[in-house]
């Protein structure tokens, strides 16, 4: 049987890997990387080449590289669109590991971030396991995650003591989910959703390319701050061509004045 490992890198600086992930990248006989199109995106993965040459020696590995299929950006069948994108993206790996993976070798999947949290590879690689019963084993290391750094580079807890954390997306902030939670927060933005609802009594606390040496950080009540974020958000995205960002809303508690 081959086996394919998905291993979380972190948020993208190479010192946030684990030793767990270090170690299960020494094992692996094949890399394969999906590589995103645009303006930008070739620094992705420019990074897993950097993580690859500082973990493991010259010729010790291959890597194998293809074009990751882009997803269509209909609103109105969101999952619908995003099961075909995982379809496609699962038949591609399914024709690299056959062709490139012998019987008793290991491949490996570079994961940005962390595999469990808001990412695709763990539902594509078991699409992979249905199509072909028997015929590949997973193993999922996990990362520290960009949500881990963001309150560690702002130096608060994720939640207050005793209260909730609701991990959300854009999408969904704005369809009302930080209704009567205290502490939201949101990945998969890139397109500054904070500047679309009522800021509230809400502290924001935001950071991107965290652990990168493009990190940008800002925190501040959103009302104040919220509109020259979203131009943090839009310059940074026009000055690298992509941004990954996250951000924790954080609800300030009011004290009711004494009668």
Not at 118 to 130: E, F, G, K, M, T
Request: hydrophobic share 45%; with cysteine; aromatic share 8%.
């Amino acid at each position: 049987m081959r086996k394919i490992c998905l291993i979380g890198m972190g948020p993208g600086g190479l010192k946030y890997l684990t030793a767990q992930a270090i170690a299960a990248l020494r094992k692996v006989d094949v890399f394969f990387l999906l590589e995103k199109q645009g303006r930008g995106k070739e620094a992705l993965g420019d990074t897993r080449h950097r993580v690859l040459d500082l973990y493991r020696g010259p010729g010790a590995y291959r890597v194998v590289t293809a074009e990751s299929p882009p997803r269509a950006r209909a609103q109105d069948d969101y999952l619908d669109v995003v099961a075909d994108w995982h379809a496609r993206k699962a038949e591609i790996f399914a024709a690299l590991f056959d062709e490139h993976l012998a019987e008793g070798q290991t491949g490996g999947v570079l994961v940005w971030g962390d595999p469990a949290l808001y990412d695709s590879s763990i539902a594509i690689l078991r699409r992979v396991q249905a199509q072909y019963p028997g015929r590949f084993e997973v193993e999922v290391t996990p990362a520290v995650s960009s949500l881990n750094l963001l309150a560690a580079r702002h130096a608060i807890p994720l939640h207050e003591i005793g209260g909730d954390l609701l991990v959300t997306t854009a999408r969904r902030l704005l369809a009302g989910a930080a209704k009567d939670h205290e502490s939201v927060a949101v990945m998969l933005d890139s397109n500054a959703a904070f500047a679309q609802i009522a800021p509230e009594d809400f502290d924001i606390y935001w950071g991107a390319y965290l652990g990168t040496e493009h990190e940008v950080l800002a925190s501040g009540p959103l009302g104040e701050i919220g509109p020259a974020l979203a131009e943090t958000v839009r310059r940074e995205k026009q000055r690298l061509g992509w941004i990954l960002d996250i951000y924790l809303l954080r609800r300030r508690h009011v004290t009711e004045p004494a009668s």
